[in-house]
């Protein structure tokens, strides 16, 4: 019998003036773990007078995990932040009760062409966090465990497998790994996940029981324990996953809670612009109605 539950096909979305590959959250799978939310950003090339510009605009009730492959971005936040991201390092935003936020290609590169791809993605807090005060981390990709193991390349980019740890200050028991190959390979990883799992394609295919799986799929798996699997030739994956919350999370725009009066709250005090400033920004991203 098969072990891929569900198959989730990358899906167009549009943030404004940047369009997006969704991939969580899908009508039939709402949530895989803690992970609520992936999209997929590009790749997208831009010209000299293109640029990401996201104005400051508000989350409560999860981490954002920022992870780019190409290109850079300067994210800024209430919490007096100001950091420029580039491929391999991880942004963590915790909202807590609430954070704003903008990002925008860094100066550096707002006059020339660029490149952007990476994936944006939001992990729900524990009910007992979801109120907490909100944070900031930013881990270099030289402090990302990295090793080989028959014949592919990991890294534990957040969570806890294989025995490693992440320094990325997750909230809940999780994994978010890459693994990538040159050349064809067998894979049987189950022994070290938990919870629930899926597997992102971002680059090449898979093979699982006689089907071939290619780029931009989600596969969610029956049962983490049972993940193996064989990669093609230059192939990238995610597995990301971990242990469900008991309580089901609703979500709103870039709200999300347990608790669907906190998200009411989140919405009227944003019209209100109740919501902390980011530092030398006066734009702001509208509540949608959807």
């Not at 089907?211 to 990238?236: H, P, R, W």
């Not at 309580?247 to 999300?256: L, M, S």
Request: glycine letters at 8%.
């Amino acid at each position: 019998m098969s072990n891929i539950g569900l198959i989730i096909e990358e899906r167009a979305a549009d943030i404004g003036n940047f369009m997006v590959g969704r991939l969580l959250p899908f009508r039939k799978k709402r949530a895989v773990g803690p992970f609520v939310f992936i999209d997929h950003m590009g790749p997208a090339d831009l010209k000299d007078y293109q640029n990401l510009d996201v104005p400051p605009h508000p989350h409560i009730g999860l981490s954002t995990l920022t992870f780019l492959f190409e290109g850079a971005i300067m994210h800024r936040d209430s919490i007096g932040t100001e950091i420029e991201i580039t491929p391999g390092a991880v942004n963590w935003m915790t909202a807590g009760k609430g954070v704003v936020h903008s990002e925008r290609t860094p100066e550096s590169l707002r006059t020339s062409d660029k490149r952007l791809h990476g994936l944006q993605i939001w992990v729900a807090l524990p009910k007992e966090l979801e109120q907490s005060e909100p944070s900031f981390a930013h881990i270099e990709a030289s402090q990302i465990p990295q090793w080989e193991q028959d014949n592919i390349s990991m890294k534990l980019i957040a969570g806890e497998a294989f025995g490693r740890k992440s320094p990325v200050p997750v909230h809940s028991p999780l994994y978010f790994i890459e693994i990538k190959n040159t050349k064809e390979t067998q894979v049987n990883i189950g022994d070290h996940l938990f919870g629930e799992s899926a597997l992102y394609i971002l680059e090449g295919a898979i093979k699982s029981e006689g089907n071939t799986y290619g780029e931009k799929q989600i596969l969610v798996a029956k049962d983490s324990k049972l993940c193996q699997f064989e990669m093609t030739e230059n192939t990238t994956i995610y597995i990301f996953g971990g242990e469900p919350f008991p309580e089901e999370r609703f979500i709103y725009w870039n709200f999300v809670n347990s608790d669907k009066a906190i998200i009411e709250k989140a919405k009227q005090d944003w019209q209100e612009q109740k919501f902390p400033k980011v530092p030398n920004e006066t734009d702001f991203v509208p509540l949608p109605q959807f």
